[in-house]
């Protein structure tokens, strides 16, 4: 049953070959790639709002457009940077393989902390403001925010589990949809306002406080969040249809491009309508529904629910960007033993399906906990995302300055002012946003740094262990027997499953003991006889129990005189599986088998073999005239 | 490390000779078995008065006094029919058994399911009640009920999985203290009012209703809480140091007397004192804490604070009884197959550990659902436990009926009126509490039931499959051999762990065949190179995988022309095991193994082998010279 529930939602398995067909063109890549990075605009201007208003009131609206030309200005560069990324990296230069490369391992793996932690938070992030969207227009909905906040993820994580191309043909619409209404919400604004229309200003409380640089970082902090997602293209550049790198760079011109148009044209808008995020109780607007219900009124109503539809998709879509890029990262780091190996599989669908249910647990589990509110994820967001921009700029900037390639003193200077400029930006986040739980980043990431370092280090130590040099290889002679293979058959009683596990010992060694544990001698004594019954020159062993257990016994007889135990020699015991129909009637068996087994595998002298027990169906053993007890 | 936080929290294991040890004499039996009964008097009048006073006012008083008197005469009923349960039953007379014997099966497993929830919620009332008492003197943990409450049955649970001995140690003192306070309250509360002290009344509305039939069985039926636990003693019979019998009936014929004594006190002091319970949000008070705070004034107010202390330690003590009572209940059930096997293990410390487990995660869950509100939970409570007595006692009835030994008439009627009394009780309950959840009750006990039923069928069917008739016994000839036993060796690469499991499965048979599954051709051809160069007669079998899994290509191999199996054959398949210093360490292996093993056990003719290899240190290898790369 759960196999069937499990096809319905994720389809039936691929074949690997299938991956190449599921590859993004430009303008099938550009939805999935891009949203990420757009749409921020849902928010980005509103957090800046939120943090220049209650404190300067009125003044906020010169000072945001300052902030948003500052901003402007590190997407442009940022957008030329990564372009020389995805030339120079055509297998994905994401920033934990050009900072491992360029700069050293510790830094790649801080870049791929850095990166995990912010794509569980465009998860929790993108999907709590478009939920803040839906919730600005029905209010009634408020109250339901964190579970309908949780159902998306949830949707999200099965439609990724489905595997990537599904996704694509999915979502590319309203992506060009949100661009669409977003290109018209700022022509017919500015148009509207050209025309003479006067804004109905929401009342705005004069500041309490004068403005201060401290102040000013701050807005241009929660501001910075208009820039994740921006290297999400220069992660995926194998994941373009060939020429790869070609299309990968269009699509980040493009990208660069809109962002530029719709952060600017977002943030020009609330200066010109004057529109500031409203956060009172169940009586919440953001600014973007703030600004779009005066732009679109009378016969251009439509055009405003066609807006908000699009822009909780691309919210939607951009939390799926997440869902393309870490469990890419992840398995990428897991096959170099960075991060557990199951990270590195893919599913039955060509999706790698753990990476995609740690990314949605986490991410939900943010959204609980910070009660699906964007200003207080916000806090923690875009620190890891400029922490892996400055890493991977600087790598970069090394690769130019060591290869000294044609151009390389330009590409460097490109490279090196992004690595420059994203770093004073860790630095302000860190400073600033301190207080705004930015801490729980600043110490989650060393300690993911530390564990995958530990991780590597095991993964190592083990491989160490595994390994025969190919020279050894020829002194191995695997025909010469050294040790003698002895059998334990533990038995509860005399009955067909002992009777099989007996036989199958028989064929595998000449040194068979079957092993019985009694509570009490009347039930041992029970046993002896039966088994004396049988043809067999196997001899039993009983032995009783002052504690209940059965491994104790056991090894306590292995190590006795009475067996007469070789150092060297393996012992094999062999424990029946009981292979039953439905999941609780697992519950009723093999929990002591398992149990078993665990205690013995800590022995390395002892092999644990499981004979499967087919039982049949209650109803038919029941009824059959042929099981009479 | 596990180990050691369970060593320190459940102390050494103990051997089974102890356990006779452990047993109760009569005043070590009484705290552990009455309390559950006697804590009762911190609710019940309560619950009486709860749903009386808001609906008649003032003219709850009157009336609480003749459902006093009514619940007072089902409780000397009841302590007389069970003693003579004690007596007919040495080895524990408890509902399930009796109702078994004397009635049928189905009877018994229905008195062990309504028994088995009213331990649960036993366990759930009488904590909520004990914190309920505290919150009402100190009401600043108001807020932290649940909590509180959840962390106590941490407590027992822990207490418990310790043993039964010192749980009786531990439990004695408070038990014989609360029975000093209540008499020491009743005493003096009657002497102060008889001395001419004038008692301060809360103000009480006057009534919305009329007194009606259904208003007083209401009010009865939450009174019968009293009497849950009444049985038990009978069903503890064994846990007695002999004479066990004589002494049960001992501790019964206390128990009945304590519990009319204080049920009976604490309802006519409630009436002189006209205290009613007051339910306000974060200043509740319960009826025992209005009376005491009356009672001990001025020199006497000491007594108040012991009698708080003890009460709320009698309350942990009676959810202690469930914790002795429902772990044996279930295992004699689970030992007749009525219920999973592992809940009739006993643990390290020879408590029915499994048990104990189970009770204290389904209590705690009911404590959080019904945010530890007693009056929300007593809607759930007593019906169960008067269902099990009408079975018990009308078990017992037919027991005298179908003997005819000595005074046997006299016998009877005294447990068909315990029958009689308790049947119409059950209607009663069932009927007017039905509002007030009993209807999740009423569907549970059923569901229960047929699990249970299920269970049995399941376990009996399993049993008739592998029962081999003791004279077909000497036609079994395991010397015979019937098949061959042919081996595959999954090998990743050629490394330690591959050559010891090829070391090992040449060991057990001739026909061994190496099986790689490999990605691509450059993947494959390395291990066949490898291969080559080792000294053996074993093949090299690589196949490629258009899925990524191993499992498949196994199987199909097996089936395969190529492998040449023949019907009856058995496969091992060797698997090897990572043995990890840690239990991080052991996420990062295994599970492919636990998957292919879960996988290849659902085919009869595959053994599965899975062979331990040890790891060292990932420090001790890194270092190591000997361990180079």
């Not at 550009?30 to 757009?38: G, Q, R, V």
């Not at 998860?123 to 403001?129: A, G």
């Not at 807006?307 to 990428?332: E, H, K, Q, R, V």
Request: hydrophobic residues 50%; proline residues 4%; positive net charge.
């Amino acid at each position: 049953m759960f196999k069937g529930l499990k096809r319905l939602l994720i389809g039936r398995p691929l074949k690997n070959e299938v991956a190449d067909e599921e590859k993004y063109s430009v303008f099938g890549g550009l939805p999935i790639l891009a949203s990420d990075a757009l749409s921020s605009v849902a928010y980005a201007t509103e957090e800046i709002l939120l943090v220049l208003t209650p404190a300067i009131g009125l003044l906020a609206f010169p000072y945001l457009n300052y902030i948003s030309i500052a901003i402007i200005s590190l997407v442009l560069i940022l957008a030329i940077s990564y372009s020389q990324t995805i030339k120079s990296y055509p297998n994905g230069g994401g920033a934990y393989i050009v900072a491992k490369e360029n700069i050293g391992v510790i830094a790649g793996v801080a870049a791929g902390a850095a990166l995990s932690l912010d794509y569980i938070l465009t998860v929790s992030v993108s999907i709590s403001s478009g939920v803040a969207q839906i919730v600005s227009v029905f209010s009634d909905l408020a109250p339901y925010k964190v579970p309908l906040c949780v159902v998306i993820v949830l949707l999200l994580m099965v439609g990724n589990l489905r595997g990537l191309r599904e996704s694509a043909k999915l979502f590319s619409f309203p992506a060009y949809a949100f661009m669409f209404a977003m290109f018209s919400m700022i022509i017919c604004g500015i148009a509207k306002i050209k025309s003479g229309y006067t804004p109905v200003s929401h009342p705005i409380d004069t500041g309490t406080q004068a403005v201060s640089m401290f102040l000013l970082l701050k807005a241009f902090s929660n501001g910075c969040a208009a820039l994740t997602g921006i290297e999400a293209v220069s992660n995926a550049v194998p994941n373009f249809k060939s020429p790869s790198t070609k299309n990968a760079r269009k699509v980040m011109v493009i990208l660069g491009f809109l962002i530029v148009c719709f952060f600017g044209g977002t943030s020009l808008l609330a200066n010109l309508y004057h529109v500031v995020p409203i956060t009172e109780i169940h009586h919440e607007k953001t600014v973007l529904v703030g600004i779009a219900e005066q732009v679109f009124t009378g016969n251009l109503k439509f055009m405003f629910y066609f807006l908000l539809a699009a822009t909780f998709t691309i919210l939607a879509l951009a939390a799926n960007t997440a869902f393309s890029g870490f469990p890419l990262l992840i398995s990428i780091m897991a096959k170099e033993g960075y991060a557990p190996r199951q990270l590195s599989m893919r599913g039955d669908r060509l999706s790698y399906s753990n990476g995609i249910i740690v990314l949605s647990s986490l991410s939900i589990l943010l959204i609980v906990v910070f009660k699906a509110e964007v200003s207080a994820l916000i806090g923690l967001y875009s620190i890891g995302v400029f922490i892996s921009f400055t890493l991977s700029q600087s790598g970069m900037f090394l690769k130019w300055v060591r290869n000294r390639n044609k151009n390389w003193m330009f590409k460097a200077f490109i490279n090196g002012l992004g690595a420059l400029v994203t770093f004073v930006a860790v630095i302000v986040i860190a400073i600033v946003k301190f207080d705004q739980k930015a801490w729980v980043v600043v110490i989650v990431i060393p300690i993911l740094i530390f564990g995958m370092l530990k991780v590597k280090k095991h993964y190592t130590a083990v491989s160490k262990q595994l390994r025969i040099p190919t020279e050894e290889l020829t002194q191995i002679d695997i025909n010469a027997s050294l040790y003698t293979n002895r059998v334990i058959v533990p038995i509860e009683s005399v009955n067909k499953a002992s009777i099989r596990a007996l036989r199958y010992a028989r064929t595998i060694s000449e040194n068979v003991v079957a092993f019985n544990v009694s509570i009490d001698e009347e039930t041992g004594n029970k046993v002896k006889e039966r088994f004396a019954l049988i043809k067999t020159d196997i001899p039993l062993i009983v032995k009783y129990s002052p504690f209940r257990k059965v491994v104790e016994p056991l090894l306590k007889f292995i190590e006795s005189t009475e067996y007469d135990y070789q150092k060297g020699d393996m012992v094999t015991v062999i424990l029946p599986e009981f292979s039953v129909k439905s999941a609780w009637q697992e519950l009723l068996h093999n929990q002591t088998r398992l149990f078993i087994q665990n205690e013995l595998m800590k022995h390395k002298h002892i092999v644990v073999s499981t004979m499967p027990l087919q039982l049949k169906d209650d109803d038919y053993v029941m009824k059959s005239p042929k099981y009479k007890i």
